[in-house]
């Protein structure tokens, strides 16, 4: 008998949630901040090169040749080097996260 009104009562308080949910309406607004703020809470990991962020840490400045190469007039130039001009670029994060 207690099996038959616990699923009665279960029944019950589903029906009358869906019926409450059809008529239940949210302004646009509130769907955008939604999505919004589901888009930032994903991808939260991959936020970390954003200041806001605690994991930020300040990018290493460059002390190579470049900088010494760019800072010197455009009137001497250095064609006794025998180093090609490259540079790698590191990316903040690995690919694929």
């Given amino acids: 008998m207690r099996i038959w009104v616990t699923c009665f009562v279960l029944l ?9 949910l059809q008529k239940f309406s949210m302004p646009l607004p509130i769907f955008i901040l939604g999505g919004v703020f589901l888009a930032i ?8 090169n954003l200041p806001f962020h605690p994991e930020y840490e300040e990018p290493e400045l460059p002390t190579s040749d470049i900088l010494k190469a760019v800072s010197a007039p455009a009137s001497t130039p250095d064609t006794t080097s025998p180093r090609p001009i490259s540079f ?10």
Avoid: H, R
């Avoid at 019950?12 to 409450?20: K, Q, R, Y």
């Avoid at 809470?41 to 970390?48: D, F, G, I, Q």
């Fill in 41 to 48: 809470a994903s991808n939260y990991s991959k936020l970390s």
């Fill in 88 to 97: 790698t670029i590191q990316k903040p994060f690995k690919p694929g996260d």
């Fill in 12 to 20: 019950f308080g589903a029906a009358e949630l869906l019926d409450w």
